[in-house]
């Protein structure tokens, strides 16, 4: 998590204004700030259409009874996207703008979703590392249903950590000892 915030909050205020400098340097102090600007006007007229299509798509998935998963991560990403066009820069805007443009934005979208079902399955977290460092030990076995002892699947995994829910199935017997 820390390297993400060390990009985030020092790398990239660094390269903006590099860039902001160079292109200042090349066009004129006047036209970089116009440009500046218009990016964030056009920035928010787009953020204002796409999400209201993406709320639509949104409330006729919900209708037909179905879970809006992929509109809600166009959301996210169009969210994003108007925060980015809103800071000033150019290599903020040019990110904005991927989110922005439905085309790329849904590229996007299926790259994070399958990073983080990827993750899902291999039993890690989406950012690819565990708390404790080694995942061996720590995959999803799909369809094993025999357990060697008490608390583990074959193969010594953690009962119930099957990658098909439905299944699981667990017998037991159970006996109530009041004090």
């Given at each position: 998590m ?34 500046i ?9 787009m953020l ?10 949104v ?15 166009e ?18 805007d ?40 080694s ?6 076995q ?26 699981d ?11």
């Amino acid at each position: 998590m820390f390297p993400y915030l060390f990009v985030l909050f020092i790398v990239m205020p660094i390269i903006e204004i590099v860039v902001l400098i160079q292109v200042g340097g090349s066009i004129g102090v006047a036209k970089t700030l116009l440009i500046i600007v218009a990016t964030a006007v056009l920035g928010t007229i787009m953020l204002r259409q796409q999400g209201l299509a993406t709320l639509s798509k949104v409330q006729h998935r919900l209708a037909a009874g179905e879970l809006p998963a992929e509109q809600l991560m166009e959301g996210i990403l169009l969210l994003i996207g108007g925060v980015l066009l809103l800071t000033p820069g150019f290599v903020t805007d040019a990110i904005g703008f991927v989110c922005l443009v439905p085309y790329t934005r849904a590229l996007v979208a299926k790259a994070v979703a399958r990073r983080s079902s990827m993750a899902m399955w291999s039993g890690m977290p989406p950012g690819g590392s565990t708390q404790g460092g080694s995942t061996q030990g720590q995959q999803y076995q799909k369809n094993s249903s025999t357990f060697d002892s008490p608390g583990t699947q074959t193969g010594g995994q953690p009962a119930g950590r099957t990658g098909n829910r439905s299944n699981d199935v667990i017998e037991g017997s159970f006996s109530r000892e009041d004090d």
